[in-house]
């Protein structure tokens, strides 16, 4: 089982990669299931409209931390 985490703020300067990683048809898990990553996001720099599209693709979301 491989864990595919990030850490920080999505915005329009890490989007692109998370889209071309993730909706790459011919990777899969060994069940078949599409690639899924969990995203540490922090408050600073983050674009929530981002946020929200990936948690609607299957995505998990965990506060990174408010300071």
């Keep these: 089982m491989v864990l595919i985490t990030f850490d920080?703020?999505?915005?329009?300067?890490?989007?692109?990669?998370?889209?071309?990683?993730?909706?790459?048809?011919?990777?899969?898990?060994?069940?078949?299931?599409?690639?899924r990553g969990t995203f540490?996001?922090?408050?600073?720099?983050?674009?929530?409209g981002m946020v929200q599209d990936l948690y609607a693709d299957g995505h998990e979301m965990a506060s990174h931390s408010v300071s």
């Design 8 to 35: 920080d703020a999505i915005s329009i300067l890490n989007i692109d990669f998370y889209e071309e990683l993730f909706n790459n048809q011919s990777r899969f898990n060994p069940n078949g299931c599409l690639l």
């Design 40 to 48: 540490y996001v922090s408050h600073e720099w983050t674009n929530y």
